[in-house]
T-cell receptor, first 111, second 115 residues
Framework: QKEVEQNSGPLSVPEGAIASLNCTYSDRGSQSFFWYRQYSGKSPELIMSIYSNGDKEDGRFTAQLNKASQYVSLLIRDSQPSDSATYLCAVIVTGGFKTIFGAGTRLFVKA | NAGVMQNPRHLVRRRGQEARLRCSPMKGHSHVYWYRQLPEEGLKFMVYLQKENIIDESGMPKERFSAEFPKEGPSILRIQQVVRGDSAAYFC?????????????FGSGTQLSVL
């Protein structure tokens, strides 16, 4: 089983819709969770971090964490064409020494 | 406040040559991570270093690959006797010495092409 799993997509949504990205992880002891955005040919950039169960909102982005289900999600409200990118779910594994990334979900927002 | 600096941006090597990739972390950061990314794939962890110490190299291939982060100067990822399968984007990231909740700041990456 992969440590961090994501649906590779592509996920296609119309402009203005809500995009929902999902991620599961295998290390039950993980405490820190992140979403990175990566545009084609560019480096990843951090957009959200979450450490506690529940929702965390930042502008149009909402991260959701359920440690019992080992599940993390990212919601993007009012999706824009500029949100088209690959979204990487990342988890710091038990011990706190390294961040493991999922393979990423490609998102396309159609104008 | 300069970000994470990687060089070169592009590196072309012939099979059997050596590749040296450099990474200078953000000012004040003492943790450096190297990741490899193949086309259409996620980031694969390679190694985590602090100044003069390798903390976790569980993602490094056993042969031909090595990494260092000396007391002075940048972190170096070294690949000896490169093969075509080494062609990938190599990203360096750094984080501050602030405990286990470490957010990573990435450099622009080095695209290695092996002919």
């Amino acid at each position: 089983q992969k440590e961090v799993e994501q649906n590779s997509g592509p996920l296609s949504v119309p402009e203005g819709a809500i995009a929902s990205l999902n991620c599961t992880y295998s290390d039950r002891g993980s405490q820190s969770f992140f979403w990175y955005r990566q545009y084609s040919g560019k480096s990843p950039e951090l957009i959200m971090s979450i450490y506690s169960n529940g929702d965390k909102e930042d502008g149009r982005f909402t991260a959701q964490l359920n440690k019992a289900s080992q599940y993390v999600s990212l919601l993007i409200r009012d999706s824009q064409p500029s949100d088209s990118a690959t979204y990487l779910c990342a988890v710091i594994v038990t011990g706190g020494f390294k961040t493991i990334f999922g393979a990423g979900t490609r998102l396309f927002v159609k104008a | 406040n300069a970000g994470v600096m990687q060089n070169p941006r592009h590196l072309v090597r012939r099979r059997g040559q050596e590749a040296r990739l450099r990474c200078s972390p953000m000012k004040g950061h003492s943790h450096v991570y190297w990741y490899r990314q193949l086309p259409e794939e996620g980031l694969k962890f390679m190694v985590y270093l602090q100044k003069e110490n390798i903390i976790d190299e569980s993602g490094m291939p056993k042969e031909r690959f090595s990494a260092e982060f000396p007391k002075e100067g940048p972190s170096i990822l070294r690949i000896q006797q490169v093969v075509r399968g080494d062609s990938a984007a190599y990203f360096c990231a750094s984080s501050p010495p602030s405990g286990s909740n470490e957010k990573l700041f990435f450099g622009s990456g080095t695209q290695l092409s092996v002919l």
